[in-house]
Structures are given as structure tokens and as C-alpha cells.
């Protein structure tokens, strides 16, 4: 297609008394030709509302119908459930990169705050840190180390990738020592971090690491080895990338987007002022 735009979206819409767009439809907008390539780019987006605190099934709803004498199963999507589906749509077809565009520039109006590509990605990214910390902390555990321990342990690898241990971190950055420096962080150095802490677990779990010493020796020198791989690849040490927004205010935005967008679809047609490119 390569021709998305929002009046064509508008009229693809259908009403029950709240508008919402059939998936099977709005697939076919976004340039997606085989319906389970796309319903992995569906399940990514109810993942995302689920990670936002919304409940999927308000803005997901699976519907079976029939077309040509056949089943065809799909779902309801709300505008919401519009974007999230084109922010996790391949940024390579036209059709997504126009979608995405259009369906954010429809919420920033809405809510008079931005709505950027990349925050899906900080919250999906944090939330797989604190799984991967978890994990992390267990296999230390059995590997020896006691629960008073782990700050030892954690610092470890802060001074292995950032050359300094948290708290003086905390202090370069500008982040309150009460506050969570994940949460700060932008997607290159919440990923650069996931990649630390779960290759720290691979490496404790399959290399027999045992003991205190052993396991502070490990995350020092993975924390090390991503802190090379990140100066090579982007040419700025860790410490150096700025801080980000705090992952609560672009969650908060983002929920603040959703109601306003269920807003708009309880009355029967959308504002004039959001049909504009």
C-alpha cells in the first residue's frame, strides 16, 4: 500500500456505539500480508498494555466471524490498541512508519504531550532487567553468596561497566540516592545493563563460580567487557549518556494517551481537528 493515512483509517472504523478497527483489516494497512507474522506484533502490543497496566481485553477483543463461508478469528482493537500495534509494527514497511507517525501525532494532540518510538522499548527493557536481576540474584545465591552480600556483589558490576561504583554513579548522573537509576536510564543503556546482568548469571551458572570472591571477580569483569563493547560500538562510555525521563512519567503518558483515545471513540465521530495530517 505505502499510502496509510488518518482519513483512510477514520473510514475503515466501525461503531457499536464505541469505534474500534478489525485487526485482520488494519493489518493489511500497516502492509502485512500473512495474518501469524502479524499476531506476533499483536501479542507484543497487549504485552505492552499489560506492562502500562491496562487490562489487554479492554482494548483486544477477540471476535470470530464469517467471511466467504469461513471462520475468521480477530480481534477489536481500539485507537489505542491502533498504536501500540504500529509501535511494535516493522519500521521498515512505509505503511508502518506512516502509521506510526500519524496514530502518535493523533495522541501528543490529545494529551499535548509526546508519544515517542522508543518508549515501548524503555518500559519492555526495564521490566526484562528486573526479571533478569532476580534470576541473577538466585543463581548467585546458589552459587554461595548471602543475602547481606549482594550489594558487594551488584557494585561489582557497576564499577566493571561504569568505572565507579553505584552511589558515585547516582551522583554523576544527577539522580537521587533514593531514587532508582534504572528508571533513568535511556533504551541503550537499559539494554547495555540487561546484557550485563544476564550474561553475569550464564557466566556464575556454566563456569562453576563459587563464593564471594569468585562472584564479585565475574561481575567485574562482564560489567568490563560491556562497558568495551559499548565504547566501541557507540563511542561514549556508559557513564557519560545522559539521563533519561523517569520510565513513571513516560508510563503515565502513555495511560493519560489511552483514556484520552477511549474518549474520543465513545462519541461517534472523532474531532474535526485530529482528520488532519
Known amino acids: 500500500m505505502g499510502e496509510f493515512g ?3 483509517f ?3 472504523g466501525r461503531d457499536n456505539g464505541v469505534r474500534y478497527w478489525y485487526a485482520h483489516e488494519f493489518m493489511k494497512f500497516l502492509g502485512y500480508d500473512a495474518w501469524p507474522s502479524f499476531q506476533k506484533v499483536l501479542t507484543k502490543a497487549m504485552g505492552s498494555c499489560a506492562r502500562l497496566g491496562i487490562d489487554p481485553t479492554e482494548s483486544f477483543i477477540p471476535e470470530t466471524f464469517l467471511e466467504d463461508g469461513k471462520e475468521t478469528k480477530t480481534y477489536r482493537l481500539s485507537r489505542f490498541a491502533c498504536l501500540l500495534v504500529a509501535m511494535h509494527g516493522d519500521s521498515n514497511k512505509e505503511e508502518v512508519a506512516k502509521a506510526k507517525a500519524i496514530l502518535a501525532a493523533i ?4 494529551i499535548e504531550e509526546r508519544i515517542q518510538e522508543k518508549d515501548l522499548g524503555r518500559i519492555e527493557t526495564r521490566d526484562d532487567l528486573k526479571l533478569a536481576e532476580r534470576v541473577m540474584s538466585g ?3 546458589s552459587a554461595g553468596l548471602e ?3 549482594f550489594g558487594i556483589f551488584k557494585d561489582a558490576g557497576f564499577r566493571g561497566m561504569y568505572n565507579m561504583n553505584l552511589s558515585a554513579l547516582m551522583k554523576r548522573k544527577g539522580v537521587e540516592q533514593n531514587k532508582v537509576l ?3 536510564m535511556d533504551l541503550e543503556e537499559l539494554a547495555g545493563n540487561l546484557f550485563r546482568v544476564t550474561q553475569t548469571a550464564a557466566r556464575i551458572k556454566h563456569q562453576g563460580v563459587n563464593g564471594l570472591p ?3 571477580d565475574t561481575a567485574h569483569r562482564v560489567g568490563r567487557e560491556v562497558r568495551n563493547i559499548m565504547i566501541k560500538n557507540g563511542g561514549v562510555a556508559p557513564e557519560a549518556l545522559p539521563i533519561a525521563e523517569d520510565i513513571s512519567g513516560v508510563k503515565r503518558r502513555l495511560k493519560s494517551a489511552a483514556r484520552a483515545m477511549k474518549k474520543l471513540d465513545g462519541k461517534k465521530k472523532p474531532a474535526r481537528g485530529l482528520l488532519h495530517e
Request: hydrophobic fraction near 30%; proline fraction near 0%; aromatic fraction near 14%.
Open 139 to 141: 543463581v548467585a545465591q
Open 214 to 216: 569468585s562472584l564479585t
Open 147 to 149: 543475602s547481606y552480600q
Open 182 to 184: 534504572y528508571d533513568f
Open 107 to 110: 495522541a501528543d494532540r490529545l
Open 10 to 12: 477514520e473510514e475503515s
Open 6 to 8: 488518518i482519513q483512510q
